[in-house]
C-alpha cells in the first residue's frame, strides 16, 4: 500500500495566488463584460529591456552552431554570470561574498521553499506574521510543523507578528527558535529594516547558533542608500545568514526565470553531538543532486542586466512601477485609508475600511470596482482586515484602479 506523506494534509486550503486566480475567473466568466484591472499577485507587466533581449537573441545563434552550442552548464550557474553578480551586487557595495557561493538557480520561491530540506526536522521555525506562504507551506510539507488552529496557525512555528506598531519589524522572540526567515523590503507589507534592526537578528542568530533565512528578492526597489540591501551590510551575517536573490521583479523575469541563492562558506548548521557543518557543501550536494542548472540563455539574459545599458533601461522600469507605488499611496490616502509601505517596495499595505474582513473586501474590490488584489489574510493571521495592492502594471491602468476605488 503507497502511504501517502500526511504532512501535506495539514495544509489550509490552496496556495493562496491560485486561489485568488479561481475566484476571479469565476466572477469573469459571471460577468463577461468586466475590464478587471489586475493588482494581486506581484507578476511584472513591462516586457524585456532590450540588453536582455538582445544577449538572449545572441545566446539562442551560440546554440545554433556546433563552435558555440552549449549543453549542460555547470549546475550552480555559470561563471560569467555569478562573477557579475558578485561584482555589481556585492562588491561595489563593499560586501565580501565570492563567486562560488553563489548558486544560480529558476527562481526564489524554489530556492526559499527548497533550502529548508537541508536542516533537521526538530528545528523550530520562526516566521514573521504576515508571511510569504511559501516560507510555512513547505516546512508544512516536510513535517516540521503540527496542524493548523482556526486561524491557520501552524503549531510548531513561531509567528511574530508585524504591524504598524513595531513598523512591520518584529520584536525578538521569547523562546528559542532556529530557523527565522526574515524579507525586506518585505512582501506583503513593503516595509523595510534598517541596519540597526537586522544587526538585532545577526547578534540574535549568533548568540543562539540559529540561521536566517534572508529573502532580499526585492531589493532593487529601495530608494534609500541608508536601508540595506543585502544581510551581508551587517557584521556577523556570513556566519548565520543565508540570502535569497532574484531577476523576476528587479528585471521582469517572472516568466523567464533566473534568481539566485548566496551560501557563505563561513555558514554552519549543527550536528546533534554540536558539531558544527559547513551549509555550503551540503547546499551544492543538494542543488546539484536535483537541479541542472538555469538554461545558457537565461543565464546569459541575467547577465545582461548588469551591463551599463542594463542597468540604465532595468532602472526606468523600477521607477515606473515606483510611481504607479506613489498613485496608490497618495489616492488611498485621500481616499482615506491607512496605508503602509510602497516607498521602497512595490507593495501597498493597506488597513480595509469599516473594519471589513480582509476576504470581503477582496470581493467588494472585485465585484465593484473589477479590482483584483490580494487579501492580507492570506498572508496569516495578523493580515486579516488588512490588504495588499501590487504596483506592477501600467501606470494608465493603476491610475484608473485608482479612480474606481472611489465607488467602494
Ligand atoms: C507575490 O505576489 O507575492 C509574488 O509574486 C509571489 C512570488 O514571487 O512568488
Known sequence: MILLNEHFLKLKAGYLFPEIGRRVAAFSKANPDAKIIRLGIGDVTEPLVPAVIEAMHKAVDEMARHETFRGYGPEQGYGFLREAIVENDYKS?????????IFVSDGAKCDTGNLQEIFGLDNTVAVTDPVYPVYVDTNVM????????????????????????????????????????????????????TKEQLKTWVDYALKNKA???????????????????SIYEIDGARKVAIEFRSFSKTAGF??????????????VAYKKDGTPVPLHGIWNRRHSTKFNG???????????????????????????????AATIRQALAKLGYAVYGGVHAPYVWLKTPADLGSWEFFDKLLTKANVVGTPGAGFGAAGEGYFRLSAFNHPDRVAEAMERMKIL
Open 93 to 101: 557595495r563593499g560586501m565580501a561574498v565570492e563567486a562560488d557561493e
Open 211 to 229: 540561521i536566517i533565512l534572508y529573502d532580499a528578492a526585492y531589493e532593487a526597489f529601495i530608494q534609500d542608500d541608508h536601508i540595506p540591501h
Open 142 to 193: 516536510a513535517g516540521r510543523t503540527g496542524d493548523a488552529d482556526a486561524s491557520g496557525r501552524y503549531d510548531n512555528i513561531v509567528y511574530m507578528p508585524c504591524t504598524a506598531a513595531n513598523n512591520f519589524v518584529p520584536e525578538l522572540p521569547r523562546q528559542p527558535v532556529d530557523m527565522i526567515y526574515l524579507c525586506y523590503p518585505n512582501n506583503p507589507t513593503g516595509a523595510v529594516a
Open 294 to 324: 538555469v538554461s545558457y540563455v537565461t543565464q546569459a539574459a541575467a547577465a545582461a542586466v548588469y551591463t551599463p545599458e542594463g542597468k540604465k533601461q532595468i532602472r526606468k522600469i523600477i521607477d515606473l512601477y515606483m510611481a504607479n
Open 254 to 267: 517572472t516568466g523567464l526565470r533566473c534568481a539566485f541563492t548566496v551560501v557563505p562558506k563561513e555558514v
